[in-house]
């Protein structure tokens, strides 16, 4: 690897040679219907706990992107996933079985790019094949970190709706697919947001520092992208990244930009107030109508940042601010 | 880096070129106390949260860490760090002010190996400086696991106590220090353990199945190490692998073999049943105790094998098991 500033760029870039989406049945009555790779009606998954059946969605999600590569889990070096779940037990139930060395991620929502980011470099210095993945659900999360489901608490504009979807990424040096180009870790960024039901706000600053960087660093503006992909800013959060990108970088995104949490439902007619979020919003929306888009040439290069709100309920109800994070992943076909 | 079976070797090894380890009050009165870099006598850390007194911990792991490297924050390519604490809240805060780029691990008390064996193949596949961390607290682990402290709950004979401690290591390609020669990232490991008081038993298989393939990758056996030295199995975890990889692999480990759990506290007298636990275990022993000893020439070759119950309380209430992981790093001086 080489960095030019917090970027690094590959010479050699790695690919993803194989990937899929899948999703639950809210996301499936969504604009993304016909990209998913699976729509599951019955978000259980036949499982006992809602947090099992996540388990269980990235599992499958998992196992067919390495069924699109035509990789057997025996010849993968290292699986990178995490999860919004205490503890990451969504990654843990789900990895148990597969008999993969794995390298468990924290990066809230951001995941995604975390993965994809990390198991780059390490394709890059060497490892033959890695699987990139994460995961959300609607039911584990909402009870985790807000109210119970039976409560039905009302929810404020700003209010995300947590994706119920996973998504898998094969990375490796040999084979055909969508090049990852450079990539940037995020740094951590606090502008003092407490609100819990405003991850937009919370996670808008860590996006206009990663994006701002990564154009700078590599001379670009996001007229040189077809897309500049945010993960789960949501219709708020990308509202205050283009205001924050114009008045503090005089960068101007809106025209380039889309964000997953705004792709993945029609915001009008679905009832999810600002947009989609959670692990599982991006890494869906990525890993099945992106890539695919990537696949078929629609789109050539997509600068794709997904970002993370590093929220601990106790941190919250202990008065703490949320602290953001995003990190960037250079696309090329 | 070349791979052998799942072990992966550094032709050009990566040192550790600054390192601290600091720890509370109980562990300043145990056996390691002339070793660690600071006893805080104060384990509140004049914090008004123990969540956040664990993140100022860790915080002060890394200072003194990049102090000894002479390296300054903004030097440093990637912090990887992760914790005990739902959504890793230690971690986020303790990181937040340092403005190094950031990738969150979740590994449990297998945090500080699997740290070293990310951050130390990102070094060998270009990154020139990275920081590899985790910390735990008493307080702050117990009441989020187990039960509130006020509490006062009767713990069995294989219950472990939770280190209150931080460490941190600075690992580069330039400079002097304690080499990484190797790493092996582990493979989740279940036997279908359930109790939440016996992690020992829940992560030896793991530790079993980590050492075993590394001797095998290596064709090595545990008298070609000064030290074979787990990460957190205690008293009982530690019999359990002695038996299993006598058992299953016909390896005798028993007089190569230390416990970090065992060796952080004087389990006769300070009242801790089966030992230390908590990512800050072996964490506060690796980065002082142990890289003292090898800078010194006392220990040459030690295989630092740090092991995690993937324990989520939500998990364990749901009655599953608590799948095991283990990660090895061989260090040579």
């Given at each position: 690897?080489?960095?030019?500033?917090?970027?690094?760029?590959?010479?050699?870039?790695?690919?993803?040679?194989?990937?899929?989406?899948?999703?639950?049945?809210?996301?499936?009555?969504?604009?993304?219907?016909?990209?998913?790779?699976?729509?599951?009606?019955?978000?259980?998954?036949?499982?006992?706990?809602?947090?099992?059946?996540?388990?269980?969605?990235?599992?499958?999600?998992?196992?067919?992107?390495?069924?699109?590569?035509?990789?057997?889990?025996?010849?993968?070096?290292?699986?990178?996933?995490?999860?919004?779940?205490?503890?990451?037990?969504?990654?843990?139930?789900?990895?148990?079985?597969?008999?993969?060395?794995?390298?468990?991620?924290?990066?809230?929502?951001?995941?995604?790019?975390?993965?994809?980011?990390?198991g780059a470099m390490l394709v890059n210095g060497g490892a033959s094949c890695?699987?990139?993945?994460?995961?959300?659900?609607?039911?584990?999360?909402?009870?985790?970190?807000?109210?119970?489901?039976?409560?039905?608490?009302?929810?404020?504009?700003?209010?995300?709706?947590?994706?119920?979807?996973?998504?898998?990424?094969?990375?490796?040096?040999?084979?055909?697919?969508?090049?990852?180009?450079?990539?940037?870790?995020?740094?951590?960024?606090?502008?003092?947001?407490?609100?819990?039901?405003?991850?937009?706000?919370?996670?808008?600053?860590?996006?206009?520092?990663?994006?701002?960087?990564?154009?700078?660093?590599?001379?670009?503006?996001?007229?040189?992208?077809?897309?500049?992909?945010?993960?789960?800013?949501?219709?708020?959060?990308?509202?205050?990244?283009?205001?924050?990108?114009?008045?503090?970088?005089?960068?101007?995104?809106?025209?380039?930009?889309?964000d997953c949490g705004t792709l993945i439902f029609d915001l009008k007619k679905?009832?999810?107030?600002?947009?989609?979020?959670?692990?599982?919003?991006?890494?869906?929306?990525?890993?099945?109508?992106?890539?695919?888009?990537?696949?078929?040439?629609?789109?050539?290069?997509?600068?794709?940042?997904?970002?993370?709100?590093?929220?601990?309920?106790?941190?919250?109800?202990?008065?703490?601010?949320?602290?953001?994070?995003?990190?960037?992943?250079?696309?090329?076909?």
């Open positions: 690897m080489r960095k030019i500033g917090k970027t690094v760029i590959f010479d050699k870039p790695p690919k993803i040679i194989g990937h899929a989406g899948v999703a639950g049945k809210k996301e499936g009555e969504g604009p993304l219907a016909k990209d998913f790779d699976m729509i599951f009606e019955d978000t259980t998954m036949g499982q006992q706990s809602y947090e099992l059946a996540e388990s269980a969605m990235l599992h499958d999600a998992i196992i067919r992107s390495l069924s699109n590569a035509g990789v057997a889990p025996s010849s993968v070096d290292f699986v990178l996933s995490g999860d919004l779940l205490n503890q990451c037990m969504g990654s843990a139930f789900a990895l148990k079985d597969l008999e993969i060395p794995s390298i468990g991620l924290f990066g809230a929502c951001s995941t995604m790019a975390l993965s994809l980011s990390t890695v699987v990139c993945a994460t995961s959300s659900h609607f039911c584990s999360s909402e009870r985790q970190f807000r109210f119970p489901l039976e409560y039905g608490g009302q929810r404020p504009p700003t209010a995300q709706w947590t994706v119920t979807g996973a998504g898998s990424s094969v990375v490796s040096n040999e084979g055909r697919g969508t090049e990852i180009k450079a990539v940037q870790i995020g740094t951590i960024t606090d502008l003092g947001i407490t609100d819990a039901n405003n991850m937009g706000a919370a996670m808008a600053p860590a996006a206009a520092r990663t994006i701002s960087s990564f154009l700078n660093d590599t001379g670009s503006s996001p007229e040189d992208y077809n897309l500049i992909l945010t993960g789960d800013l949501g219709y708020t959060g990308s509202q205050l990244l283009y205001e924050l990108l114009e008045k503090e970088h005089n960068i101007k995104l809106k025209g380039f930009h889309k679905q009832d999810v107030n600002s947009g989609g979020s959670g692990c599982g919003c991006s890494a869906s929306v990525l890993c099945s109508h992106i890539l695919k888009q990537m696949d078929k040439g629609i789109l050539k290069k997509v600068l794709f940042v997904a970002t993370g709100a590093l929220m601990s309920p106790t941190s919250s109800k202990q008065g703490n601010s949320i602290p953001g994070i995003a990190h960037a992943v250079l696309l090329e076909r």
